[in-house]
């Protein structure tokens, strides 16, 4: 069965942020083969016209105001974070010296 | 064990102003019978506070028919204090802090949360297998898919357990299960509703909509969810419609039409069979039904892949095990930390579609996989306006097959997209789109008729629907 390397398993995941078992990169070697051949049909399609379609409703793309409603307090924004210090959210250090 | 969530919502309402039964009676009833009916998986989380909520709403509305109706929201529609997990572990402690729009609107009209509906994990997949929860079963053979994404409310209207449930559609996740459950699901023009709060898969595809027994409920409930919403600016703004105004009347002179594709070998016989008697019936009571060609629609499963997986791996970059859901317990940096946690957190399906989509937004890839798919998404488009300037509707089959056997498409990547070969294109044009179940296969399982009408003209779609309805 045709198979992507591993090398290009580990690039997608890595395009995605996705880290992967072994078992993973053996199993998606196989699976995201498929879905790039089906992607790629798109290449045999030949009779198009080189207009876009971004979304169907496009005539109607409307703006709001840029006014101030209603707002979250702290604690509602990182009520959901899976780690937090008092009133922050605790990450990874970020920055070395 | 009582029987009033059988009835039809009408005469729900009836008993309800005529103060023979309480909105806890009913709420009471569907809590038992989910508890009865568990092995369905029908749904991932209960609202613990919903008896408390039917016993806070006060005084019957007379001109409010879904008044104290209980209801079956998908688990990727936001609603505040209660659990909204999208099917995956990422999410699987979340708890929102605001109510979609959506939401708002259902709790305005004084319908009551039961409980939120299992589905494909981020609504990605055709049979809800994918779901971290479990699969629904199908009632009618619960061996069977109860299709998918929208699978845990398919069964929960089929088994019975409320009688009204929301959906969200991206590839046929509402048209779909409600083929191969035997209900009515409806898939509105992309922009009636407001996705303010539903968890974004594919955002010029996804569209918020109605799973009903029945046409009427189905309409009348449209009615409720429909209009612009500044939180969500593809949302548009149109006059106020009754959906239900034209259910009841004739079909005289209707203009139909069947793209070739919808009848060819891709459908199982005895389901062409069916929309072939479908046809007459129409014909004998004066619809005009024409069999037409349709360019572009073989490629709407290609396009839909390259489009769908493209900006799910766009808007699915939100999970970075930060500000919410679940965060890996070991790694080094910050990276480290990204990676593991969308390793462990996303399940299979999410995972590929994810990598596919960064790699199709990847550098020159863009041009060659993204924009030229939504090049051809215009043609098909258009190819749709133009059956519209002389047809009023669209019809063919809902899926090519009856609901089928669980585990058959399970890590098969493709298949997973096959079941929807018929419903995508709608999707792709944003137009509304309606399954209504046309009887039952040898094996007693449902068949669904796809009834596909111009864009904001699903009262046309309602009108033929239950025409159909009342003869199948």
């Known amino acids: 069965m045709d198979k992507l390397s591993r090398e290009e398993v580990l690039h997608v995941a890595h395009l995605a942020r996705i880290s992967l078992t072994e078992e993973e990169i053996e199993k998606f070697r196989v699976q995201l083969k498929v879905l790039m051949d089906d992607i790629d049909k798109i290449k045999e399609v030949k009779d198009y016209d080189d207009e876009m379609m971004f979304t169907p409703i496009e005539e109607n793309a409307r703006l709001r105001e840029d006014v101030v409603g209603d707002m979250l307090t702290a604690k509602e924004a990182i009520s959901n974070a899976p780690k937090k210090n008092g009133s922050f959210i605790e990450v990874p250090v970020m920055i070395n010296e | 064990m009582s029987k009033y969530l059988d009835l039809s919502i009408k005469e729900i309402h009836e008993l309800l102003v005529d103060k023979k039964i309480t909105p806890l009676d009913l709420v009471d009833e569907a809590l038992e019978r989910i508890e009865e009916n568990k092995d369905l998986n029908a749904f991932i989380t209960i609202n613990d506070k919903v008896r408390e909520e039917a016993s806070a709403l006060g005084e019957v509305e007379p001109d409010n028919i879904f008044f104290g109706i209980p209801i079956a929201v998908k688990d990727n529609i936001v609603t505040k204090d209660l659990k909204t997990t999208c099917a995956s572990h990422i999410l699987d402690n979340f708890i929102p802090i605001y109510d979609a729009t959506i939401v708002e609107k259902l709790k305005e009209n004084k319908l009551l949360i039961i409980g939120k509906a299992n589905m494909d994990e981020f609504a990605m997949g055709s049979t809800s297998e994918t779901s971290y929860f479990g699969t629904p079963l199908n009632p009618h053979d619960k061996k069977r898919t109860a299709g998918g994404s929208s699978g845990g409310s398919a069964t929960a209207i089929s088994g019975g357990l409320v009688p009204l449930a929301l959906g969200s559609d991206t590839g046929g996740s509402i048209r779909q299960p409600a083929s191969y459950t035997g209900i009515v699901g409806m898939k509105p023009t992309y922009g009636r509703i407001s ?50 105004r034209l259910i009841g009347k004739d079909i005289k002179g209707m203009k139909i039409a069947l793209p070739k594709y919808f009848v060819s070998d891709i459908v199982d016989e005895e389901i062409s069979k069916r929309i072939k008697e479908v046809i007459s019936f129409l014909k004998e009571n004066g ?20 489009i769908a997986m493209a900006e799910a791996s766009s808007n699915l970059a939100r999970f970075d095990g930060i500000r919410y859901g679940y965060r890996a317990t070991s790694f080094n940096n910050v990276d480290s930390m990204y990676e593991k946690t969308r390793g462990e957190g996303f399940g299979d399906e999410v995972k590929r579609r994810i990598m596919v989509g960064s790699y199709i937004l990847s550098g020159e890839n863009a041009k060659t996989y993204y924009d030229k798919a939504l090049m051809v998404r215009d043609d098909i488009t258009k190819e749709f306006n133009r059956i519209f300037k002389d047809y009023d509707l669209i019809i063919g089959p809902t899926t090519t097959r009856v609901a089928p056997l669980l585990g058959t498409s399970k890590d098969d990547p493709h298949k997973a997209f096959m079941d929807d070969v018929l419903v995508i294109p709608v999707n792709m044009a944003g137009l509304p789109g309606l399954s209504v179940p046309v009887g039952k296969s040898s094996e007693n399982l449902p068949i669904g008729l796809h009834i596909i009408g111009k864009a904001f003209d699903e009262a046309t779609i309602y009108r033929l629907a239950s025409f159909i309805e009342e003869v199948f």
């Open chain 2, 195 to 244: 996705r303010y709060g539903l968890v974004a898969f594919a955002s010029s595809l996804d569209q918020i909509g109605p799973m009903t027994r029945t046409v009427y409920e189905n309409a009348a409930l449209l009615n409720i969810l429909v209009g612009e919403d500044d939180k969500d600016l593809t949302s548009v703004k149109k006059e106020k419609e009754d959906f239900t």
């Open chain 2, 287 to 306: 619809a005009t039904v024409d069999i037409v060609d349709m360019k572009y629609l073989d490629t709407a499963v290609n396009l839909y892949q390259i």
